[in-house]
Nanobody, 120 residues
Framework: QVQLVESGGGLVQPGGSLRLSCVASGIMFRRFEMSWYRQTPGKERELVARISESGNNARYADSVRGRFIISRDNAKNTMALQLNSLEPQDTATYYC?????????????WGQGTQVTVSS
């Protein structure tokens, strides 16, 4: 059974930091490109950051570049997102996403999400 379990969300003041974690089980983690998405009510889920299978390449949404850092540890089947200099507009549910193409088939999984609220 595949599971992606996020943790680390919470309430933080503007300018503060949080570290989100995603633990994967039931998949060959090192074969999957991993991403963080976020969503607020009434809006589409948006890509926040993505990291390659090896962890050597990462890309970020313009809105978070320079403030957020994505990382992964393939030995521990985990991915993290360090959120710094948080702003109220970063408030959202953050989702872990795993994706790969295998024998021509697209395979992907979502976590259940963790809530981040930035407010004074």
């Amino acid at each position: 059974q595949v599971q992606l379990v996020e943790s680390g969300g919470g309430l933080v003041q503007p300018g503060g930091s949080l570290r989100l974690s995603c633990v994967a089980s039931g998949i060959m983690f090192r074969r999957f490109e991993m991403s963080w998405y976020r969503q607020t009510p009434g809006k589409e889920r948006e890509l926040v950051a993505r990291i390659s299978e090896s962890g050597n390449n990462a890309r970020y949404a313009d809105s978070v570049r320079g403030r957020f850092i994505i990382s992964r540890d393939n030995a521990k089947n985990t991915m993290a997102l360090q959120l710094n200099s948080l702003e109220p507009q970063d408030t959202a549910t953050y989702y872990c996403y795993a994706a790969r193409t295998f024998q021509g088939n697209d395979i992907s999984y979502w976590g259940q999400g963790t809530q981040v609220t930035v407010s004074s």
